[in-house]
């Protein structure tokens, strides 16, 4: 399924969707416009943060800050990116990376080491999915309602196993990859993962089979289903792809705070789906951009990190994310409009 | 859980707050009381009074606090043959909440203990239970009125800041232009207020000491860590760190080891496990914790069973129960923490 079509104008022609419009090159330059306009707002930010606070803003150890901040709920991000194109929504993401990072620090798996906890991490992200794909795409349930009772469920579970303890994790080369000098390739390991979610995720989404479909469901699941594509089979897959970020995400969240507990990951459905709204994604499916999503993200932690050098308190700083959110979908109307 | 229950006489003295029904005016307890020291078993009472059925509603037990909060009520009615617990699932959801205090009151049970996710909007249903005369022991957030509890056990927030604040202060207190921060818990939750205006009240009895920095976190790892590592790069040199709750203290020491941080000394509260052992171990910065003991809701199941069965506080002359009972947020250094290791929660 995710053998490489290369221009991504083929991808335009043969698609089936009739919501797509027809003038790929006119798409292709609002695309841009709205890429140019969120790295406007970073750079924005960027200037901000640099005016305010030049000193503790421009480090270095900053700007990893940042960014290792990001990757946890980035990588959520990338996941809940593909199911908004299909037309979907994961509400569940924050309870299955609660349950991902519990289960996968019960002292049972930490005995069997890293691996365990890595493989634990994933295997429970990639079941909730599978639960959450099978209800929707072969269950007939409306993703909002199936997602809502995984995100119930899976906290329950999580409390149940935790008994609402903090699980430290004791595995030495877990904690190791979040410290100050741990690098891969020169980079935290954490913005490592973040940054091949990302790559992976761009590929998948603009230049496979797999991406194609994926926006056909969303913009038009009849049109896509006359056209050949199994649209149970692609939502399936959607929701297990959505899941198994979720699991990687716990098992960095779990190196970044060492620990799991019962109360990882809240909010995180609301985070990734504001990051991929403001990123460009349709709610209503059919168009999406990875790298609008990681913008999105990447801003709000950017925002939260200037915030918090400047002392500012948290009901502000939620202020502050309404309004972008807010702003962000008005322009998107906008640039929608006038085409 | 024996060993929690008979440390808890250590923690509260002898008697006032945990001692419980000790029939006041009853016949000398001198020999028993010596008894009490170094048996398990509650301190409470000598013999079984008449059978009493407690009602029990708290919140989702999803944090480590509320987890033992959960515990310790439930093991030290166990510790009782004549008590008989009903227990309801704790909910955050005040609506929720007020159904299963409901029940109860249907229930007719004979004393009612609740800890209400919201004090304030529990007031009513505090009040129903008071007017279909079923006595309420309201535990820890208090209701808006009197007349909804019968009697209020809880710890002391503003003393914890307090506590904390003089703790530092005494530390810092020659060092000139001396630079403190503060992570602070939930914001929307009265108790953070009062924590932070305990420790406000405290710093201003040493003038060499500014706090430069406060951020909120949400009681749990993830944020403690966020904030914590936001916090550390935002301020590059300071004394002293004060951090409201444990449980995301194990984030925020996270985060301090990350940032390869040990400039300073960190003062915790609450009372986890995992802050004992580290305080104990004194190999990082964390080097004392102000006490919000979970063992409360033990001394709440004393006083429901007093009330039931119609007696006072054993080494208190009154006949009744106090109106209120506020626990003291003792500080847990390297000093004394042995003593405490038993009482932490995990």
């Known amino acids: ?339 | 859980m024996s060993q929690l229950t008979s440390r808890r006489g250590l923690l509260f003295g002898t008697a006032a707050v945990s001692a419980g029904a000790l029939l006041a005016g009853c016949t000398s307890n001198e020999p028993k009381e010596k008894e009490q020291a170094a048996d398990p078993q509650p301190a409470a009472d000598d013999k079984p009074g008449k059978p009493v059925t407690i009602g029990f509603a708290g919140p989702q037990a999803d944090h480590g606090w509320l987890a033992a909060i959960n515990s310790n009520a439930k093991s030290r009615a166990e510790k009782y043959e004549d008590v008989t617990l009903e227990i309801t699932e704790g909910s955050n959801d005040t609506a929720a909440q007020i159904g299963q205090i409901e029940t109860l009151i249907n229930k007719k049970v004979d004393v009612l203990v609740i800890l209400p996710a919201d004090g304030k909007a529990l007031t009513q249903v505090g009040l129903k239970a008071m007017a279909a005369g079923i006595p309420v022991v309201n535990l820890d957030r208090i209701f808006n009125t009197p007349q909804a509890y019968r009697c209020w056990i809880g710890g002391d927030n503003y003393g914890m800041g307090l506590n904390a604040g003089h703790y530092i202060g005494e530390k810092l207190k020659d060092k000139s232009d001396a630079r403190v921060i503060e992570l602070a818990g939930l914001d929307n939750l009265e108790l953070t207020k009062q924590r932070t205006q305990g420790f406000d009240d405290a710093l201003k009895n040493y003038p060499n000491i500014r706090k430069v920095a406060r951020q909120a976190a949400e009681f749990t790892v993830e944020s403690g860590q966020a904030k914590m590592a936001q916090l550390l790069q935002a301020q590059s040199k300071f004394d002293a760190l004060w951090n409201h709750d444990d449980d995301q203290g194990v984030g925020a020491l996270r985060a301090i080891e990350q940032a390869g941080r040990d400039d300073f000394l960190m003062v915790g509260g609450a009372g986890a496990l995992s802050a004992f052992q580290a305080i104990k171990q004194d190999e990082g910065v964390l080097k004392a914790t102000v006490l919000y003991p979970p063992t409360m809701a033990a001394s709440a199941i004393d006083l429901a069973r007093a009330l039931g069965q119609g007696k006072g506080v054993g080494g208190l002359a009154e006949f009744e129960i106090p109106a209120s009972l506020t626990l003291y947020s003792a500080v847990v250094d390297k000093t004394n923490v042995d003593q405490y290791m038993s009482t932490g929660f995990e």
Request: net charge positive; aromatic share 6%.
């Open chain 1, 1 to 339: 399924m995710t053998q490489p079509v290369s221009p991504p104008r083929d991808s335009a022609d043969k698609a089936p969707s009739a919501a797509r419009p027809p003038a790929w090159r006119g798409r292709v330059v609002r695309a841009d416009v709205r890429t140019l306009s969120l790295l406007g707002v970073l750079a924005a930010l960027i200037l901000i943060g640099g005016i305010t606070k030049p000193d503790e803003f421009l480090d270095t150890r900053n700007l990893q800050l940042v960014l290792t901040q990001a990757s946890v709920i980035g990588v959520v991000t990338v996941g809940m990116t593909f199911v908004i194109v299909s037309g979907g929504i994961d509400l569940s993401v924050g309870a299955i990376v609660a349950l991902a990072s519990v289960w996968a620090t019960t002292v049972a798996t930490q005995e069997f080491g890293f691996s365990g906890i890595l493989f634990t991490s994933v295997l429970v992200g990639l079941g909730c999915g599978l639960v959450n794909g099978l209800l929707i795409a072969y269950g007939g349930m409306v993703p909002f309602i199936a997602t809502l009772a995984m995100l119930a469920s899976a906290r329950g579970l999580a409390l149940q196993i935790t008994d609402g303890r903090t699980q430290i994790v004791t595995v030495d080369g877990i904690l190791d990859l979040g410290e100050r000098d741990a690098y891969v390739l020169g980079i935290p390991p954490l913005v490592l993962v973040f940054a091949v979610v990302t790559v992976i995720g761009w590929l998948l989404l603009n230049r496979t089979t797999f991406g194609r479909r994926t926006v056909a469901v969303g913009g038009n699941a009849e049109a896509a289903r006359l056209a050949g594509i199994d649209v149970r089979r692609q939502r399936l897959y959607l929701y297990l792809l959505s899941g198994l970020c979720c699991g990687i995400a716990a098992f960095l969240l779990i190196i970044l705070s060492g620990s799991g507990q019962n109360t990882n990951g809240n909010l995180y459905e609301l985070d990734a789906i504001a990051a991929a709204i403001i990123g460009g994604t349709l709610l209503s499916g059919g168009r999406g951009t990875i790298v609008g999503s990681v913008l999105g993200v990447l801003i709000f932690t950017t925002i939260t990190n200037i915030f918090a050098l400047n002392n500012l308190q948290s009901d502000v700083q939620q202020i502050a994310k309404g309004a972008i959110i807010v702003a962000a979908v008005l322009v998107q109307r906008r640039t929608a409009s006038t085409t």
